[in-house]
């Protein structure tokens, strides 16, 4: 348990301890690392399309999918609702024109092809395809060590998170709540404990969480947790401006990760900007958390 531990967190906080001051370098590691998402996901595909009773496979990633984003929602949703009664926004809500929501959830569902593609690939059980989940492996300890630089180098102190209270209490709850699905969720599903926390501690992060728990569960329950954050994504996307006039604390929480970049236009142009520092606090702790608590608990 320790090694596979040390296995995954080595390369994220050998990541996390190198600082960067070139601007430059920091804008190629981005792009490295859009890049290797789509090239785990296209392997994902294929490890996904290799198993055996396909069929009934695919069922049961649909439905750990279902049951694991409609209890996650839930469970965030009344702990978010209890926050804002508990610590209520002071400011007033302001909403600006939106972005085409459409065209952003068509960008999320470019990794869906992506997945699609490698799965159609992996149809054919070409020779050469048997080697893709040993090659996704390695792609992973890359891929954790440019997320450990990304985040270090995010230009996030500890004192700017310590000073933004909305936006720490929301990801506490976010977490605590998630969590707590993940529990429900594996006697839900009859799936051991700790796997169902697992799969709730993406909270979003679809590109990252997806690659972790296929790499630690396999493909059925790494696939589950990826469709499982990308709806989160989508509904987070769609559903904002609604919330954002009844619950700030909601709107902000249930985009998870992603409130610090993907859904952070969406959330300043429905909020205005005084939602978008605690925006930005809240998708870095729990960009932080994911990999640590993915990686305890598949350990």
Same mark, same amino acid.
């Given at each position: 348990m320790l090694s596979s531990l040390l296995i995954i967190l080595a390369p994220l906080l050998i990541g996390y301890a190198i600082v960067l001051r070139q601007r430059g370098l920091l804008a190629r590691i981005n792009q490295a690392l859009s890049a290797m998402v789509y090239l785990i996901l296209f392997l994902m595909g294929i490890s996904l399309a290799l198993l055996d009773n396909l069929a009934t496979n695919l069922l049961t990633i649909l439905h750990y999918s279902v049951i694991s984003i409609i209890t996650i929602l839930l469970c965030n949703a009344g702990g978010l609702a209890l926050l804002e009664r508990v610590s209520p926004w002071r400011h007033p809500h302001r909403q600006q024109a939106l972005p085409s929501r459409l065209a952003m959830a068509l960008e999320s569902l470019k990794l869906c092809a992506v997945v699609a593609g490698g799965f159609a690939l992996g149809l054919t059980k070409l020779p050469l395809l048997e080697y893709a989940t040993r090659l996704s492996e390695y792609t992973l300890l890359l891929l954790l060590l440019l997320v450990g630089l990304q985040l270090r180098n995010s230009a996030m102190t500890l004192k700017q998170i310590l000073l933004n209270r909305h936006g720490m209490q929301i990801a506490i709850v976010v977490a605590l709540t998630s969590l707590a699905a993940g529990v429900i969720n594996a006697l839900l599903l009859g799936l051991p404990v700790k796997t169902g926390m697992a799969m709730a501690s993406g909270f979003g992060w679809y590109s990252l969480s997806g690659i972790l728990m296929s790499d630690a569960f396999g493909p059925v329950i790494g696939s589950a947790t990826f469709f499982n954050d990308l709806a989160r994504e989508l509904l987070a996307i769609m559903l904002i401006p609604a919330l954002m006039q009844r619950?700030?604390?909601?709107?902000?929480?249930?985009?998870?990760?992603? &409130?610090?970049?993907?859904?952070?236009?969406?959330?300043?142009? &429905?909020?205005g900007l005084d939602v978008v520092p605690a925006a930005i606090v809240h998708g870095f702790i729990l960009s932080l958390l994911t990999p640590l608590l993915m990686a305890f608990f598949s350990a």
């Open positions: 619950s700030r604390s909601t709107a902000l929480g249930i985009c998870g990760a992603t &409130s610090m970049d993907f859904t952070l236009p969406v959330l300043q142009r &429905s909020g």
